[in-house]
T-cell receptor
Framework: GAGVSQSPSNKVTEKGKDVELRCDPI?????LYWYRQRLGQGLEFLIY????????KSGLPSDRFSAERTGESVSTLTIQRTQQEDSAVYLC??????????FGEGSWLTVV | DAKTTQPTSMDCAEGRAANLPCNHS???????VYWYRQIHSQGPQYIIH???NNETNEMASLIITEDRKSSTLILPHATLRDTAVYYC????????????FGAGTRLTVKP
């Protein structure tokens, strides 16, 4: 596609439920990033994928968070047993690597 | 990656130039200066980047000092739609590197 696509755009879930957030990067982009942004706060790096290399998971806040990527295409961020503090917008970005990164519009998650 | 320092907030009159400063005194020789902005409720948007020469594109100009320890992003004719948080980031432009965002500068363009 023309840009980074994320789904769902909005998700409301009950505390304790699992959620999956999807990211379709720009075609041909080898690098993919996930960030979290709580209301009124800055971007927190979560995880980074580059080609077939092992992902950089250093930003994942707990073992309830995991992410997968199929080759150089779609990525899924999974949050298990959601907590209220997980409420945030989750932003995905992609790049050709070592260059400009392009963001999607985010998935807004609200845990009630 | 080198740390950057930006003012927390700035105001600018509509139609005037907006000059956003960024200090990066510990920048390494192979690190680029990148600027992004985030308009409320949207994903961050790439603006411009440079290594040591001044750069200009359709959105903005980037002025980097000769010692590369600071830079200024210039929006030549600010509009109300330029109200956003502006992030200055320094990073090595190599494959495999990640990108960290600081707090940025909240620019408010006023009519």
């Amino acid at each position: 596609g023309a840009g980074v696509s994320q789904s769902p755009s909005n998700k409301v879930t009950e505390k304790g439920k699992d959620v999956e957030l999807r990211c379709d990067p720009i075609s041909g982009h080898t690098a993919l990033y996930w960030y979290r942004q709580r209301l009124g706060q800055g971007l927190e790096f979560l995880i980074y994928f580059q080609g077939n290399s092992a992902p950089d998971k250093s930003g994942l806040p707990s073992d309830r968070f995991s992410a997968e990527r199929t080759g150089e295409s779609v990525s899924t961020l999974t949050i298990q047993r959601t907590q209220q503090e997980d409420s945030a917008v989750y932003l995905c970005a992609s790049s050709l690597g070592g260059a400009t990164i392009y963001f999607g519009e985010g998935s807004w998650l609200t845990v009630v | 990656d080198a740390k950057t320092t930006q003012p927390t907030s700035m105001d600018c009159a509509e139609g005037r130039a907006a000059n956003l400063p960024c200090n990066h005194s510990t920048i390494s020789g192979n690190e680029y200066v990148y600027w992004y902005r985030q308009i409320h409720s949207q994903g961050p948007q790439y603006i411009i980047h440079g290594l040591k020469n001044n750069e200009t594109n359709e959105m903005a100009s980037l002025i980097i000092t000769e010692d590369r320890k600071s830079s200024t992003l210039i929006l030549p004719h600010a509009t109300l739609r330029d109200t956003a948080v502006y992030y200055c980031i320094v990073r090595v432009a190599r494959i495999g590197n990640d990108m960290r965002f600081g707090a940025g500068t909240r620019l408010t363009v006023k009519p």
